[in-house]
């Protein structure tokens, strides 16, 4: 397994890494048992998997615990990043659901230190930026719990570019953790830039389009009512069926090269910056052996070109997120 180093930090990582979102309920159906989950993790860490995501929000709280047992008897050779910022009533997750205030932040990563069974949490992410609480606030609390060593670096979600800059100037930030994929490509456009003029890493979530660019998803495919895929305009049936022309093109192209199409989405990220480290999500093994050979193949700037070229001729149907929920990013 190639390893990355996240912008100007320290932080080194695989170069894939391992979204466990889906690993715990909260998203839909879990596809196996929690310690089925728990050997896909190992599994993962046996192949050289060393980057593992997960976050408060995810079940709620549930996700963390699954993570930090599984984690556990190889802590000393993995690295995991969790996420704080939405708010919490006594039964779960409140409406409209962001909290950042600095105690808030403090009394939740005690949570998190418990859950994730870890001293010290490698890469506390902000999930989403609390417009009632100046990022220069949010920032101060972070670098007080790396001062205090219950963490060692701070990141931001789905954050602006101007935002990112503040954040940076208070503590500085190692990775910006944000949508970015053949598909959802606005990074580009002012995210990128930043993050490489101030040496920050940079990890795509959803990078295969939530199973989309993989090509696990077509017409027939029907949602649980828990998987938030069902109400995101993208997928919506219409919207579903023209954007699935974008597949039928990156399937003819991985085909010519002997991949899968999640390969060559992998593969076209990676190659865009060496700070740039992909956290696919997957409950199976089979998926992350695809994954990580993502990272043997060698894209050449024609065939960099020629995929680009290929998903310019399909102009992507729907918003990524309904309207309420993408008013919460890039903010």
């Known amino acids: 397994m190639q390893r990355r180093r996240l912008g100007n930090s320290n932080l080194e990582v695989s170069a894939i890494g391992l979204g466990c979102m889906r690993m715990s309920e909260g998203h839909g159906p879990v596809a196996g048992t929690k310690q089925e989950m728990i050997a896909v993790m190992r599994g993962a860490v046996e192949r050289g998997v060393t980057f593992f995501d997960t976050a408060q929000v995810y079940g709620p709280f549930v996700n963390e615990e699954v993570v930090g047992e599984g984690l556990a008897p190889v802590r000393d050779r993995v690295v995991i990043a969790t996420k704080f910022g939405f708010a919490f009533n006594p039964h779960g997750r409140s409406s409209p659901g962001v909290d950042s205030r600095p105690a808030t932040i403090k009394e939740s990563v005690e949570g998190s230190l418990k859950r994730l069974r870890v001293e010290t949490i490698d890469l506390l992410y902000q999930h989403r930026v609390d417009p009632e609480v100046p990022i220069e606030d949010v920032a101060g609390a972070v670098k007080e719990l790396i001062e205090q060593g219950k963490v060692r670096h701070f990141g931001l979600s ?24 053949l ?18 890493g940079l990890v795509p979530f959803s990078p295969l389009g939530r199973g989309f660019l993989a090509g696990s998803i077509n017409e027939k495919t029907q949602f649980h009512k828990e998987d938030n895929r069902g109400s995101l305009p993208r997928f919506a049936p219409e919207a579903l069926k023209a954007n699935l022309a974008m597949v039928d093109l990156i399937a003819a192209f991985a ?6 199409p999640a390969q060559i989405a992998l593969a076209w990220l990676l190659k865009q910056k060496p700070w740039i480290v992909p956290i696919p999500g997957t409950t199976k093994l089979a998926r992350v052996e695809e994954n990580i050979a993502a990272t043997a193949l060698e894209l050449t700037a024609e065939d960099l070109r020629e995929i680009d070229r290929l998903v ?15 008013r919460m990013t890039n903010r």
């Open 158 to 181: 789905e954050a602006a570019a101007q935002t990112i800059r503040r954040a940076h100037a208070v503590q500085p930030v190692t990775a910006l953790q944000s949508e970015y994929s």
């Open 183 to 200: 598909w959802w490509r606005r990074p580009e456009e002012e995210v990128i830039p930043v993050l490489e003029e101030l040496g920050i």
């Open 255 to 260: 085909a010519k090269r002997g991949a899968t």
């Open 312 to 326: 310019a001729q399909v102009e992507v149907q729907g918003g990524r997120y309904p309207e309420e929920v993408e």
